[in-house]
């Protein structure tokens, strides 16, 4: 069964860091994009960073130059450094993937509160 978990949200304080990461319980080779979207109540769910099977990605420009996106194939994990926080990152994140069949899967969500 395709299972994907995220870990590592939390309370941080602006200006702070955290660093999410999303364990796949099959190998991520058979992903062709993950990615890591937040949302907050009320909002619709926004694309943060995606990563390609060949290592290529993308951000939102809200994000651009204070997040990075990246891959461990051998761990099977996809993680998002998330540096220089502010309010409006407070969010609700989560890990998705698209499979090479067409399969899209999601996390359950880790809650990021950046607060003072």
């Known amino acids: 069964q395709v299972q994907l978990m995220e870990s590592g949200g939390g309370l941080v304080q602006p200006g702070g860091s955290l660093r999410l990461s999303c364990a796949f319980t099959?190998?991520?080779?058979?992903?062709?994009?993950m990615a890591w979207h937040r949302q907050v109540p009320g909002k619709d769910r926004e694309l943060v960073a995606t990563?390609?099977?060949?290592?290529?990605?993308n951000y939102a420009d809200s994000v651009k130059g204070r997040f990075t996106i990246s891959r461990d194939n051998d761990k099977k994990a996809v993680y998002l450094q998330m540096n220089s926080l502010n309010s409006e990152d407070t969010a609700v994140y989560y890990c998705?993937?698209?499979?090479?069949?067409?399969?899209?899967?999601w996390g359950q969500g880790t809650q990021v509160t950046v607060s003072s």
């Open positions: 990563i390609s099977s060949n290592g290529n990605t």
């Open positions: 099959i190998s991520i080779f058979n992903f062709n994009t």
């Open positions: 998705y993937g698209r499979t090479i069949w067409g399969r899209d899967y």
